[in-house]
């Protein structure tokens, strides 16, 4: 009786595990369910598992498989496989082992995939490495000319993993860039979630691996090459978006200036063929980067400097009047005031300027000096527009077509203000040969000598220390030529205008 009752227990245990396992099955077949992303981004809710190890590669030749076959989208397994080094080095092993465990190659045309897979599935070399070129040079061409959507592309992209990493990476970065399309149209910098919005797409942008050597290096060379055709529009939605995903997420901030690096050698390369119109377009593309670089940090100088680059060919010494920038004052003048880089803007703006700035409106006014602080051409030509602006209003005055009356309004409030405001911009961004004019002119307040001009004197003596201690420090010619002109420029402007202007100035007090 008792070995009756011990098998039965044995069996109602047996029965209870079965139960339980009936009643999980379905829940585990329901995580499989593949979802969405953000931005639509097809993915899955199965974890990451470590599968079998090709050397010291971690990616499972299964999860290949099912990427490739539309059924589990493991990023993550991907990406390691197209970017690690310890995966590239063992790619056909993996992929033959990925390729053995079941793949459904596209047999559509023009991705007739199948065509190439037999050379992976036997691990024939030599079969293997002429599919891999022919991938990698007829991709990027077959996606321009039939462009997928992502329930399509991604098995693609899985599928070339297998045949060929460098076709599939360029796959990759054109899924990535349609990301970015769609990014730029749901990004709204006057959007209460736009900050929200940047996270999201940096999170994608990472999912991709678009923050990963190899595949940042496939996005800067497509990058390039839609430099080299002009392709303008798809250019700015790219360097809006990225330029966002990487303020908020700084690990794409190296892809965000290797790219503004290949936009640079791309226009280099393609300028001479770009028409006016395309010229025009592309200058606004490498605006557009530009704002977006301008919202980082410093991390993002060096994309500033190669922007600074691109704009050169593209404004040619033109004013920024004659572009279609010209409609973007407001907006230029703001990031030229927050970053000292961008030269080649603040040369078209410095060109740009009229005698007209005398009657800029205050708010006006404000942003075009805050600009001038960083730059010397565009103080330079504040400047001279000034002294042109009052010679005009002094001939008028000779030849009786401004009264006198009206004339010393002017003077007293537009002119004196001027000035006054053009000495805050301080002694290293003054010319001789204005402050010089403006004294003659009776146009620098008392308040402003008093207050302004010993700073000046102190400057130019530091300025004349840091001169004679580079030539104290060095043994060669050229180090003690140089302090001795700069010494004697110091001395000139001294002598010349400071001192004597104080020393009136004191005179005046005195009486």
Same mark, same amino acid.
């Given at each position: 009786?008792?070995?009756?009752?011990?098998?039965?227990?044995?069996?109602?245990?047996?029965?209870?595990?079965?139960?339980?396992?009936?009643?999980?099955?379905?829940?585990?077949?329901?995580?499989?369910?593949?979802?969405?992303?953000?931005?639509?981004?097809?993915?899955?809710?199965?974890?990451?598992?470590?599968?079998?190890?090709?050397?010291?590669?971690?990616?499972?030749?299964?999860?290949?498989?099912?990427?490739?076959?539309?059924?589990?989208?493991?990023?993550?397994?991907?990406?390691?496989?197209?970017?690690?080094?310890?995966?590239?080095?063992?790619?056909?092993?993996?992929?033959?082992?990925?390729?053995?465990?079941?793949?459904?190659?596209?047999?559509?045309?023009?991705?007739?995939?199948?065509?190439?897979?037999?050379?992976?599935?036997?691990?024939?070399?030599?079969?293997?490495?002429?599919?891999?070129?022919?991938?990698?040079?007829?991709?990027?061409?077959?996606?321009?000319?039939?462009?997928?959507?992502?329930?399509?592309?991604?098995?693609?992209?899985?599928?070339?993993?297998?045949?060929?990493?460098?076709?599939?990476?360029?796959?990759?970065?054109?899924?990535?860039?349609?990301?970015?399309?769609?990014?730029?149209?749901?990004?709204?910098?006057?959007?209460?979630?736009?900050?929200?919005?940047?996270?999201?797409?940096?999170?994608?942008?990472?999912?991709?691996?678009?923050?990963?050597?190899?595949?940042?290096?496939?996005?800067?060379?497509?990058?390039?090459?839609?430099?080299?055709?002009?392709?303008?529009?798809?250019?700015?939605?790219?360097?809006?978006?990225?330029?966002?995903?990487?303020?908020?997420?700084?690990?794409?901030?190296?892809?965000?200036?290797?790219?503004?690096?290949?936009?640079?050698?791309?226009?280099?390369?393609?300028?001479?063929?770009?028409?006016?119109?395309?010229?025009?377009?592309?200058?606004?593309?490498?605006?557009?980067?530009?704002?977006?670089?301008?919202?980082?940090?410093?991390?993002?100088?060096?994309?500033?400097?190669?922007?600074?680059?691109?704009?050169?060919?593209?404004?040619?010494?033109?004013?920024?009047?004659?572009?279609?920038?010209?409609?973007?004052?407001?907006?230029?003048?703001?990031?030229?005031?927050?970053?000292?880089?961008?030269?080649?803007?603040?040369?078209?703006?410095?060109?740009? %300027?009229? +005698?007209?700035? !005398?009657?800029? /409106?205050?708010?006006?006014? $404000?942003?075009? @000096?805050?600009?001038?602080? =960083?730059?010397?051409?565009?103080?330079?030509?504040?400047?001279?527009?000034?002294?042109?602006?009052?010679?005009?209003?002094?001939?008028?005055?000779?030849?009786?077509?401004?009264?006198?009356?009206?004339?010393?309004?002017?003077?007293?409030?537009?002119?004196?203000?001027?000035?006054?405001?053009?000495?805050? %911009?301080? +002694?290293?961004? !003054?010319?001789? /040969?204005?402050?010089?004019? $403006?004294?003659? @002119?009776?146009?620098?307040? =008392?308040?402003?000598?008093?207050?302004?001009?010993?700073?000046?004197?102190?400057?130019?003596?530091?300025?004349?220390?840091?001169?004679?201690?580079?030539?104290?420090?060095?043994?060669?010619?050229?180090?003690?030529?140089?302090?001795?002109?700069?010494?004697?420029?110091?001395?000139?402007?001294?002598?010349?205008?400071?001192?004597?202007? !104080?020393?009136?100035?004191?005179?005046?007090?005195?009486?």
């Amino acid at each position: 009786m008792s070995q009756f009752n011990n098998i039965r227990s044995f069996w109602k245990c047996r029965l209870a595990v079965y139960a339980l396992w009936v009643c999980l099955n379905p829940l585990q077949v329901s995580a499989e369910v593949p979802h969405t992303d953000d931005l639509g981004l097809p993915s899955s809710r199965l974890e990451a598992e470590q599968g079998p190890v090709a050397g010291r590669c971690g990616v499972d030749p299964r999860r290949l498989a099912s990427f490739a076959n539309g059924e589990n989208y493991d990023y993550a397994n991907l990406v390691s496989f197209l970017s690690t080094p310890s995966c590239i080095r063992v790619a056909a092993q993996v992929s033959q082992a990925a390729v053995q465990s079941g793949v459904s190659f596209s047999n559509k045309a023009p991705y007739r995939f199948d065509l190439y897979s037999e050379a992976t599935r036997q691990n024939d070399l030599k079969g293997r490495d002429k599919a891999d070129v022919t991938l990698q040079t007829n991709i990027p061409t077959l996606l321009r000319q039939y462009p997928l959507g992502s329930n399509e592309l991604l098995p693609l992209i899985g599928q070339l993993a297998l045949l060929s990493p460098g076709a599939s990476r360029s796959a990759l970065v054109n899924f990535s860039q349609q990301q970015l399309y769609t990014a730029d149209s749901l990004l709204n910098v006057r959007s209460s979630d736009a900050a929200g919005m940047a996270g999201r797409v940096a999170k994608t942008l990472v999912k991709l691996g678009v923050n990963r050597g190899p595949i940042a290096a496939e996005f800067a060379n497509s990058v390039e090459e839609m430099a080299l055709l002009a392709q303008a529009d798809s250019l700015g939605k790219i360097f809006r978006a990225l330029g966002a995903a990487a303020v908020a997420n700084n690990s794409l901030v190296s892809t965000f200036n290797l790219s503004a690096g290949a936009l640079n050698k791309g226009i280099s390369r393609g300028i001479a063929s770009y028409d006016p119109q395309a010229k025009d377009s592309m200058l606004m593309a490498v605006y557009s980067a530009v704002l977006a670089a301008n919202e980082g940090n410093e991390l993002f100088q060096p994309a500033m400097a190669e922007l600074n680059e691109a704009l050169d060919p593209l404004l040619d010494g033109y004013p920024v009047r004659a572009t279609r920038l010209k409609n973007m004052w407001d907006e230029i003048l703001k990031m030229l005031s927050e970053n000292a880089s961008q030269t080649v803007m603040a040369d078209a703006v410095a060109v740009s %300027l009229t +005698p007209e700035i !005398l009657f800029l /409106s205050e708010e006006d006014r $404000v942003a075009l @000096l805050m600009a001038a602080r =960083n730059y010397h051409p565009m103080a330079v030509a504040i400047q001279q527009n000034f002294l042109i602006a009052f010679n005009r209003l002094w001939k008028n005055y000779e030849s009786r077509k401004l009264s006198k009356e009206r004339f010393m309004e002017l003077r007293r409030k537009f002119m004196k203000p001027w000035v006054s405001h053009i000495l805050e %911009l301080g +002694p290293a961004r !003054l010319t001789r /040969s204005w402050l010089n004019e $403006v004294i003659q @002119l009776g146009l620098i307040d =008392n308040e402003d000598i008093e207050k302004k001009f010993p700073l000046f004197v102190l400057a130019h003596l530091q300025r004349g220390d840091r001169a004679s201690l580079s030539a104290v420090s060095s043994d060669a010619v050229e180090p003690k030529l140089a302090s001795m002109a700069e010494n004697m420029a110091v001395m000139w402007s001294l002598s010349g205008i400071h001192v004597p202007v !104080l020393m009136k100035w004191v005179e005046n007090y005195d009486k």
